[in-house]
């Protein structure tokens, strides 16, 4: 290796390092904030996706109003999408509470529905299957748990929400013990 190379070598390890690091502590922060007020960080996630439809329909009302390259029925299509966009946000920020319920109900039928079709698929599979056995178990719990989500679907987010908050600490403890193992075996 030559000696240029090595400070910039040096230098993508520590950003590597870094970044794993501080994605790490960030991961674990969130991790216990979704333990410690799961509702409360709920109501935050559905605050940033209120904030986000504000500014995406700003962004598309913006682009239908001042652009000159779109044909006028593209340019009201964008003015329109922009006007739901922000009707929708600011209507999930006047009732902030029932929007964080109305999105875990969405998510729990939505992963209940995949989950369903996920045992389907691997009912559907099992010529190819190298374990019939396991597939068949798979495809059973797949479609029993998706039932569950469906008859359930607040209880079943919120399960899913603390198993989220769990894993991301978990996975946050081992991105920080990561920052400081990463190039080391280079070195």
């Known amino acids: 290796m030559s000696t240029a190379t090595a400070p910039a070598e040096r230098s993508a390890t520590n950003a590597i390092r870094t970044a794993l690091g501080i994605g790490g502590v960030i ?15 709920a109501a935050v996630v559905a605050a940033i996706i209120a904030i986000y439809a ?32 922000i009707v929708a946000g600011v209507l999930a920020f006047m009732n902030l509470g ?16 995949m989950w369903i079709i996920e045992g ?27 039932i569950v989500l469906l ?3 607040v209880l079943g987010a919120a399960a899913l929400w603390v198993l989220m908050g769990i894993a991301l600490i978990v996975l946050g403890i081992v991105q ?11 070195a």
């Open 27 to 41: 991961a674990v922060i969130v991790g216990i904030l979704i333990l410690v007020w799961p509702a409360k960080t």
């Open 54 to 85: 504000v500014v995406g329909g700003l962004i598309y009302a913006g682009l239908g109003i001042f652009s000159k390259a779109m044909g006028g029925w593209a340019r009201i299509g964008h003015v329109v999408l922009g006007v739901v966009f």
């Open 98 to 113: 029932a929007t964080t319920v109305w999105l875990a109900v969405f998510l729990g039928v939505l992963v209940g529905i």
């Open 120 to 146: 389907i698929v691997a009912l559907t599979t099992l010529g190819d299957a190298a374990s019939k056995g396991f597939s068949i178990f798979f495809a059973i719990i797949s479609i029993l748990a998706g």
């Open 151 to 153: 008859f359930s679907p």
């Open 176 to 186: 920080v013990v990561r920052a400081f193992t990463f190039g080391k075996s280079a």
